[in-house]
Nanobody, 115 residues
Framework: QVQLVESGGGLVQPGGSLRLSCAASGKIFSVATMGWYLQAPGKQRELVASILTSGGFTNYASSVKGRFTISRDNAKNTLYLQMNSLKPEDTAVYYC????????WGQGTQVIVSS
């Protein structure tokens, strides 16, 4: 159906920045909204940010407002998450999500914020 592949994760120091990308392929015409979720070790997966494929509606977790920005380039079928002012608490696996006929998940990309 829809395949999602994340990239851009890595190791950064506190205060640094990363830009995550999620490339979508397959039956992407069915995708209505996309988002980013994070999952820290031993914790449940939780929403970071979401955006409608069509339109400018966005939603952010309170913990990342003012630091993270979600965007998408429909022409490139790619979702982005610009992460600034990173904190050690942001350390987690970040998953790309797409909602269409079904729910789709990427494999995740690891973000480690450490000094």
């Amino acid at each position: 159906q829809v395949q999602l592949v994340e990239s851009g994760g890595g190791l950064v120091q506190p205060g640094g920045s990363l830009r995550l990308s999620c490339a979508a392929s397959g039956k992407i015409f069915s995708v209505a909204t996309m988002g980013w979720y994070l999952q820290a070790p031993g914790k449940q997966r939780e929403l970071v940010a979401s955006i409608l494929t069509s339109g400018g509606f966005t939603n952010y977790a309170s913990s990342v407002k003012g630091r993270f920005t979600i965007s998408r380039d429909n022409a490139k079928n790619t979702l982005y998450l610009q992460m600034n002012s990173l904190k050690p608490e942001d350390t987690a696996v970040y998953y790309c999500y797409a909602k269409g006929v079904n729910d789709y998940w990427g494999q995740g990309t690891q973000v480690i914020v450490s000094s």
